[in-house]
């Protein structure tokens, strides 16, 4: 297993303790962190969700230094516990509740029913990847040393590509000018040598064809496909994705804008690589045949009929123990978990080896 439950939780410990200290930026134990971090957040967002993050800038807005050194505390805490192996599940079960209220009052469940977050902007939010990911890591037993990410983790990263997508083709998201957007609002926090290339990113992008967003929603559609595809074209869309995340992170969100001394987190970029290194790991740590993804999407039902479909045929004469299939295919059958979804679709054949 080249990424293991462990591993995982060593890279959102270093993630953690980075937030941490990002938290304990001087500019951030100040009301600058009320009203310039917390409150914007609120703006365009749905009633509930504005009065929730609007009422809870004002109340740090009373004790700026209180709260900030309070929550960059507790995320180095959960950062130095993740990092420890013996003080590692009980990091993550402290982590999550975190992320989640993060999540809540810190991004506004990261812009999403606002309808002014993209890909581009940071969506669906990087507490919300913490919190995918952290749960992927949960171990089973001891500190998840030699077991590998949840399975669980592909849907997760299906599920999140498709909100993408679907965040992508919105109003206000697919034209060009609001593509280039996403470029030119990362420009002055980038260093001087990535700023001219970004410049002339959103300068392409904004004399493209009228159908690249569009297009740009497609190719999320194909990276989300990913755990449902063929061996080679899973880590080809999984690589995509990653390169993606790279891209975004050093072009649309400048490093997660931690040169400007207001961030709190790197933003979503260094989460997603990691999410498509956990996924990979997912699908090639066990058997992962397009009948398993399948199940994973619709439950037990559609395994039971491909496993009758590869039942078809009983008496035709067949291979041992496998009628009306012949012997040079049983070895991929094997491999492939066949067998015991024929089984429960098949009464009777519990000799079925």
Known sequence: MWITKRRLQLALGVLWVLDGALQLQPALLTPAFAGQVIRPVASGQPAPVAWIVSASASVIAREPLVFGLLFGLVQLAIGIGLLFGRSARLALAASIPWALGVWVVGEGLGGILGGGSDVFSGAPGAALLYVAVGLAAWPRRGNGEDESPARRLALAWSLIWLALATLQLLPGHSSNRALAAGFRGARPDLPGLLAPLDAGLADATAHAGSGLGPALAAALVCIAAAP???????????????????????????????????????????????????????????????????????????????????????????????????????????????PAIARRARPGAERVA
């Not at 996924?279 to 009929?305: C, E, N």
């Open 228 to 338: 449902f595809l063929l061996r080679a074209a899973q880590s080809l869309a999984l690589a995509a994705g990653a390169l993606f995340g790279l891209a975004i992170w050093v072009f649309t969100e400048a490093f997660g804008g931690i040169a400007t001394g207001l961030a709190t987190d790197p933003n979503t970029g260094p989460l997603l690589v990691l999410l498509a290194a956990g996924t990979w790991s997912a699908m090639r740590s066990t058997h992962w045949p397009a009948v398993r993804s399948t199940r994973l999407l619709v439950g037990r039902p559609a395994g039971l009929v491909l496993g009758r479909l590869a039942a078809v045929d009983h008496s035709a004469p067949g291979g041992d123990g496998h009628p009306g299939i012949a012997r040079s295919a049983q070895p991929h059958i094997a491999r492939s978990g066949w």
